[in-house]
Every structure is written in C-alpha cells, then in structure tokens.
C-alpha cells in the first residue's frame, strides 16, 4: 500500500508539472513522427494512429540462442513464443487492444491513452502517455496443480506512465514506470512488482533506425512477501533494427524475456542477457485506415 501511494503521488505530480505547460501552449502542433509505431519491440510508445484506424501486430520469439549454429542460433529450438494482436483507435489519442500469446494462452485487453503531446514549440516538452493492460491465462486447470484454478486466478494486470521526448530528427527516448500484479503467483513469488523502463529509437535513414529497451523489476521490501529474494525477475534488454513505412513497421532484434505481453516481461523473466540468454525476436505492425 505504502509503494502504491508513492506511484500515485508520482503520477499526480506529472500530470500536474505537464499541464502548467498545457496551460501555457500558444501552437499545439505536436511533433512529427516521435516514434514510427505504437511498439518498440516489446513497449509501447506514445504514437497512436489517427482516429478509426486498425492495427494488425504480430510480434515472435525464437528460442534462446544458447546451442549456436547448431539450432540455427535458437530459429529452431523449442520455446518460442507469438502474440498476434488488434488495436484500434477509437477517439483521437486513445486507442484500446486486444491480443492473445501462446505462452500461458494469455488473452490480453489493453488500452492507451496520450494524454499530452510533445509540441512543435517546446511548449509542451514531453508526450506523456498513460497504458494499462489486462491478462487472463488460459491454459487447462492441470497447469494449476490438482485443486485447478479459480477465475480470478488467472488474472494479472499491468498499469504504466510513459514520458517521452523527441530530442532531434534522428534522436527519440522514453522513460516509464510500472506497477504489475498477479492474482496467483508461485511460493517464491510476489503478487506485486514495480519496473522502471527505458527506450530509445536513433534514425540513420529516412526508414531505417536502431532501437532498443531496458526493463528493470524492483526490489522494494515495502511490497514484498519473502524474505530474501531467490527467483526475482531479472533485468530485460533488447536491441535491434526497426524499418518503417507509413503503413508498416518491422523490427527484429535480439533480447532477453521469453515474455511479450509487459506483466510477463516484468515479474517472469529469469534469462539473464549477460549470461548466454538471448533470442531473437521481431515485430511487425500493419495499419488500415477507415
């Protein structure tokens, strides 16, 4: 309770510090283009397509890519993991999403909201974008032991305030905070996990831009139920190559979460990038305007 009050306060006073500016604004006209899509690799982004437009995603990772060439550097092994999705935007700046994965069959229900946008005149100076995410796990109650599982155990949520700036032509970053929790969690486990994010797209060509994204889960003692931490989630990092249209995004990379949807990524990832535990992994996104 003690660390959900703090999320609150940090989020009250953003609100309050970007709406001084929002106050001031003599020209609203945001910034072209701060991102090229609503997803960088894993995260989301402020951009959000223009009203009644749908978002086709499908985003893929391999295996880890321990054993080499000779799996293909993880393309053949087992454990990969999809998630193809919907998004559709159905007022301007906020956009609500649907997607299933195959890991633990997750049916997500998402929903984004850029409450701000970065402008021209610097007025406003950073886009400041709310996300929230709903997860329900579907595999068959055998995965929960013998005594199966109630509803309201395959639930996790996922809420997250994201700033962001675009520095230059070639130069966009992003920092976020999370709070993610899981209705059911194991004995070594906690329900509750606060991350810090950081992104970052740098462009080389007018279509071409490397990207990447660092997620770390906390250890906060105020929201933790163990004693001493055994499994806690390690660090995610990803860095890869996005190429992007007006219509389409693709973005393949290498990272370490076997994860996709951000509550998996944050309170699960137990690959550790230092230590042999990258995959390679891609994104693609496809718009259509109605």
């Not at 406003?124 to 013998?146: C, H, K, N, W």
Request: aromatic share 14%; with cysteine; net charge negative.
């Amino acid at each position: 309770m003690i660390m959900k009050k703090y999320i609150l306060i940090i989020i009250c006073f953003v609100l309050a510090f970007t709406s001084v500016f929002a106050q001031e604004e003599k020209d609203k006209t945001p910034v072209s283009e701060p991102f090229a899509s609503g997803y960088l690799i894993d995260h989301q982004t402020s951009y959000i397509p223009d009203v009644k437009t749908l978002e086709f995603v499908i985003q893929h990772k391999f295996g880890n890519m321990t054993n080499g060439v000779s799996d293909l550097w993880g393309i053949y092994s087992p454990g990969a993991n999809v998630r193809m999705g919907l998004n559709y935007v159905i007022r301007k700046n906020f956009q609500v999403g649907i997607g299933q994965t195959k890991k633990n069959m997750y049916t997500d229900f998402n929903a984004k909201w850029t409450i701000f946008e970065q402008t021209k005149s610097n007025s406003m100076p950073v886009a400041v974008t709310l996300f929230g995410s709903m997860a329900i796990d579907g595999r068959d109650d055998a995965a929960f032991g013998t005594s199966g599982a109630e509803i309201n155990d395959r639930f996790s949520y996922f809420s997250q305030i994201i700033v962001g700036r675009k520095f230059t032509d070639w130069l966009s970053l992003q920092a976020a905070a999370s709070f993610t929790h899981y209705n059911l969690v194991g004995p070594q486990s906690d329900h509750d996990k606060v991350g810090i994010h950081f992104d970052g797209r740098v462009k080389f060509s007018p279509q071409s831009s490397l990207i990447f994204n660092y997620d770390i889960p906390l250890k906060i003692k105020e929201i933790s139920e163990q004693i001493e931490w055994i499994d806690h989630p390690k660090p995610n990092l990803s860095v890869g190559i996005e190429i992007a249209t007006y219509t389409h995004a693709f973005q393949i990379y290498v990272g370490t979460a076997d994860g996709i949807i951000p509550q998996d990524v944050i309170m699960n990832n137990q690959n550790d990038w230092t230590d042999k535990g990258l995959a390679i992994g891609f994104t693609i996104t496809r718009l259509w305007m109605f």
